[in-house]
């Protein structure tokens, strides 16, 4: 079960702003369509968002977070601090971004594994290399038996890379060889009972330079066997790809929504990376990154739309990120604050 956390004074006047605005947004809308006023529903359905009424929409037990958006804090203070500190804001998992992250002082991945597990973290997944030049790198490519030997010793459900499939270029006979290599991995991981995952950049979504009429995410969930490989949606960067690519490199339109690639095929996305931005369109990514609730990225929308799908609600963890946060601790505590906040109506 998700645990509580103390209510956040900040949190509550982001939230305020928040529904003022989108109740502002729907008296804006509805003058310019000539109606008299706001239908008082809206108002309600806004503030019932973040007063506590209705379900919950992000489920119990699956908040984690990115390890990587702490890395500051781990080089200097070292696991156990951390994980107090994850405790304390409500978190139930940890997805990993290597295993020491210059952590201050030697740890094993038995000690680490006791020590998420003493603070009520499950370790859920982690972030390794795809390939390298170097033949003994701790790749999937170079030593995948080592990759998942440390994966099953840590007791992670899910091991994958967020590196994405351009090992051999961007053509769609690249991305179908680097995909027979991933459903490989896939195999081995499903062998000792984890998931083989691969985690999207906005690249991903362009297009195959031998094909543009090809988009290179199609490839991949084409040619990769749905039994063996998943896909982890790092939804800020899917809707940077939605701002690069819905043109293809001639023009023409080819619009795509990233809740659609979800919504048709749900059981390959056990995991997402919850990320928030800003829209700028003067930014080459069409965002500028922020903490998650300051952002324009709609995730009452968007994870309810996935939790509501029969079967789904328990299915899906969610791991909130920041690649480069201000001050890790305050986006830790402030992007579970929000996401514990939403509430939907059953």
């Known amino acids: 079960m998700s645990r509580m956390f103390q209510p956040d004074p900040e949190l509550t006047h982001r939230l305020t702003r928040r529904g003022m605005l989108g109740v502002a947004a729907g008296a804006t809308a509805a003058a310019l369509l000539g109606s008299a006023a706001v239908p008082a529903t809206a108002a309600t359905e806004a503030t019932d968002k973040t007063s506590g009424r209705g379900r919950p929409v992000l489920p119990p037990g699956r908040l984690g977070i990115q390890l990587y958006s702490l890395?500051?804090?781990?080089?200097?203070?070292?696991?156990?601090?951390?994980?107090?500190?994850?405790?304390?804001?409500?978190?139930?998992?940890?997805?990993?971004?290597?295993?020491?992250?210059?952590?201050?002082?030697?740890?094993?991945?038995?000690?680490?594994?006791?020590?998420?597990?003493?603070?009520?973290?499950?370790?859920?997944?982690?972030?390794?290399?795809?390939?390298?030049?170097?033949?003994?790198?701790?790749?999937?490519?170079?030593?995948?038996?080592?990759?998942?030997?440390?994966?099953?010793?840590?007791?992670?459900?899910?091991?994958?890379?967020?590196?994405?499939?351009?090992?051999?270029?961007?053509?769609?006979?690249?991305?179908?060889?680097?995909?027979e290599e991933f459903n490989t991995y896939g195999a081995a991981a499903k062998a000792r009972g984890m998931k083989f995952y691969q985690h999207n950049h906005s690249e991903e979504f362009s297009f195959a330079t031998d094909n543009p009429k090809v988009r290179l995410y199609d490839v991949l969930l084409q040619e990769t066997d749905p039994d063996l490989v998943f896909l982890e949606m790092d939804i800020y960067w899917a809707y940077s790809g939605q701002f690069r690519f819905s043109k293809r490199p001639d023009g023409t339109p080819a619009p795509f929504e990233p809740l659609d690639y979800v919504l048709r095929q749900p059981h390959r996305y056990p995991l997402f990376h919850v990320k928030d931005g800003v829209s700028d369109p003067a930014n080459t990514y069409g965002y500028r990154m922020t903490d998650v609730g300051d952002g324009d990225i709609d995730y009452?929308?968007?994870?309810?739309?996935?939790?509501?799908?029969?079967?789904?609600?328990?299915?899906?963890?969610?791991q909130a990120e920041h690649d480069q946060p201000a001050e890790s601790?305050?986006?830790?505590?402030?992007?579970?604050?929000?996401?514990?906040?939403?509430?939907?109506?059953?």
């Open 329 to 346: 601790f305050t986006f830790a505590r402030r992007s579970s604050a929000y996401l514990h906040s939403l509430r939907e109506r059953c």
């Open 71 to 179: 890395r500051d804090k781990v080089s200097t203070l070292g696991f156990a601090p951390v994980f107090a500190e994850l405790e304390k804001y409500g978190y139930d998992e940890v997805e990993f971004a290597g295993y020491t992250q210059g952590s201050a002082g030697p740890i094993t991945l038995a000690q680490l594994r006791r020590l998420a597990r003493d603070h009520g973290l499950n370790p859920i997944g982690s972030h390794v290399g795809y390939y390298a030049d170097d033949p003994n790198a701790y790749t999937f490519a170079q030593n995948l038996t080592k990759v998942l030997d440390d994966a099953q010793a840590l007791g992670l459900k899910h091991i994958g890379t967020a590196s994405g499939p351009f090992r051999y270029g961007s053509t769609v006979d690249a991305w179908k060889r680097a995909a």
């Open 300 to 318: 009452q929308k968007f994870i309810s739309a996935v939790t509501r799908l029969r079967g789904e609600r328990m299915a899906h963890h969610w």
